[in-house]
């Protein structure tokens, strides 16, 4: 007999329960005849959610091998935090379950989860949510502008109209800890950028949910010049909540340019000049028998004054004091720009330069 073939009669129930001050919930997971999978949840909190789902034997059969999958008999019997005191705010969990001709397994934790906990509680919401009813799981931003231009060809010959669809797509996606954003830019150049960060992109979506909670479809008309967006809201296992319409003022939803400015600002934080390109990074070292020439100015837009220094570790933007003027008075200047000589192949216009006297620390 196959796994698939008698893995209905490996289990006979899931029981999943939290509790956080007075917020409880309780979800209930039997295995029927052929796999078929009869759910119930329970709210303290949410008692307006209340009710029952089913699942058909052919999703219920897969369900069924994910759960095996996740190889829960591996768990230990309690999951507590290190401190001696615990949080007042951790959630306290149970999880139990029994297998046909086994008595039944249980593990519980407070703030402290298995390792592949976010699976698992992935798995639940397939069936039930299992946390805030209506809490967006996933995310999916698609946009789309018809390119038109026209092509100059040779001459003698007419020109020609050239269309393609410039496409993006933004997806915030809770179990997998994600970000992505990619750019259709043309047929066969395409661009893809992916933020993974733990706890953050959770975070991110619940602040989120303000603003996406009550979208709408604008009720205008559509407009054929303009691009056009479609924004798919997963929400576990109650249905997904799709809204579209003309990215412009008169098509979108309201709340739409708060949620943008979060998503917005959040990508911004992490938006950097990566290492690898950054030639303040990659042009520094001194190599053996070189000068270092650091250009100086004293005021923005400013001439710029060379001046030599034996100090690596100076960079770009650094404020230094250093002797200007006939009368060597000593200025406070910034550096622009730093670069590397031979003695024998600095250029004749540096003449006699003076020398950095010290970083000015602020």
């Keep these: 007999m196959t796994a698939k073939e008698n893995i209905g009669e490996m289990l006979n129930y899931i029981r999943f329960s939290t509790r956080k001050g007075e917020n409880k919930t309780l979800i209930e997971i039997r295995t029927a005849k052929d796999c078929r999978l009869d759910a119930v949840i329970e709210s303290v909190s949410y008692p307006f959610f209340e009710c029952a789902y089913s699942l058909t ?11 095996a999958d996740l190889h829960m008999e591996n768990w230990k019997e309690v999951y507590m935090p290190s401190d001696a005191i615990p949080d007042e705010d951790d959630e306290n969990w149970e999880v139990a379950y029994c297998e046909q001709g086994e008595k039944e397994k249980k593990s519980v934790g407070r703030g402290v989860y298995p390792d592949n906990w976010k699976e698992f509680l992935k798995i639940m919401d397939e069936i039930v949510p299992t946390s805030i009813p209506g809490q967006i799981n996933k995310i999916t931003l698609e946009y789309q502008r018809n390119v038109r231009f026209t092509q100059k060809n040779e001459e003698g010959t007419q020109n020609e109209t050239v269309n393609w669809d410039y496409k993006e797509e933004m997806i915030l996606d809770r179990y997998e800890e994600t970000l992505t954003i990619r750019q259709v830019i043309a047929p066969g150049r395409e661009l893809t950028k992916e933020y993974h960060m733990r706890d953050e992109i959770p975070e991110l979506m619940d602040k989120c949910m303000e603003y996406l909670g009550k979208l709408e479809s604008a009720s205008g008309p559509k407009e054929s010049e303009s691009a056009e967006f479609k924004l798919c809201l997963e929400c ?14 008169r098509g979108l939803p309201e709340g739409w340019d708060a949620f943008i400015r979060e998503i917005a600002g959040y990508i911004r934080f992490y938006e950097s000049y990566e290492d690898i390109l950054n030639p303040y990074i990659y042009r520094r070292g001194r190599r053996q028998g070189e000068q270092i020439i650091c250009s100086v100015i004293f005021h923005e837009k400013g001439e710029r004054h060379p001046y030599r220094t034996e100090d690596e570790h100076l960079k770009v933007g650094d404020k230094v004091l250093v002797q200007a003027g006939p009368y060597k008075q000593e200025l406070p200047g910034k550096i622009v720009s730093i670069d590397y000589y031979q003695k024998s192949d600095l250029p004749e216009e540096f003449g006699d330069i003076g020398e950095i006297l010290k970083k000015i620390e602020e």
Excluded: D, F, P
């Design 57 to 67: 034997a052919e999703h219920g059969e897969e369900w069924l091998l994910r759960i």
């Design 236 to 249: 576990g296992a109650s249905a997904s909540r799709v809204v579209t319409g003309t990215y412009n003022r």
